[in-house]
């Protein structure tokens, strides 16, 4: 069993910058992949990064190049640093892991994972 917990959420001016932390409690063996995924009211959930257990990292092209995941060296806390967020970027976002088939495409990696947070909520003001 894997437990987790993000936290980070906020309010923010369009064009600012947040960072969300998520903490990994349970064994390390039943995840190979963790990623940060979104979901916005009225839209479907929307992988956004996800990095796998030797730290190679892909992203959605929606905020490749603004959004940057990490991992701790333990794998224990894993991170979704965001700048230059727009009004687009208010959501409430997830962390989750798992043993995925392939830990490549965020909006396909999501189906395969098997464990998820509740949730922080982002919400960028103009």
């Known amino acids: 069993q894997v437990q987790l917990e993000e936290s980070g959420g906020g309010s923010v001016q369009t064009g600012g910058s947040l960072r969300l932390t998520c903490t990994a409690h349970g064994d390390n063996h039943n995840r190979n992949c963790m990623g940060w995924f979104r979901k916005a009211p009225g839209m479907q959930r929307e992988g956004l990064a996800v990095i796998d257990s030797d730290g190679r990292s892909f992203y959605a092209d929606s905020v490749k190049g603004r959004f940057t995941i990490s991992q701790d060296n333990a794998h224990d806390t894993l991170y979704l640093e965001m700048t230059s967020l727009k009004s687009e970027d208010t959501a409430t976002y997830y962390c989750?892991?798992?043993?995925?088939?392939?830990?490549?495409?965020?909006?396909?990696?999501?189906?395969?994972?098997?464990?998820w947070g509740k949730g922080t909520l982002v919400t960028i003001s103009s």
């Open positions: 989750a892991a798992g043993l995925p088939p392939s830990c490549r495409t965020p909006d396909l990696v999501q189906y395969g994972m098997d464990y």
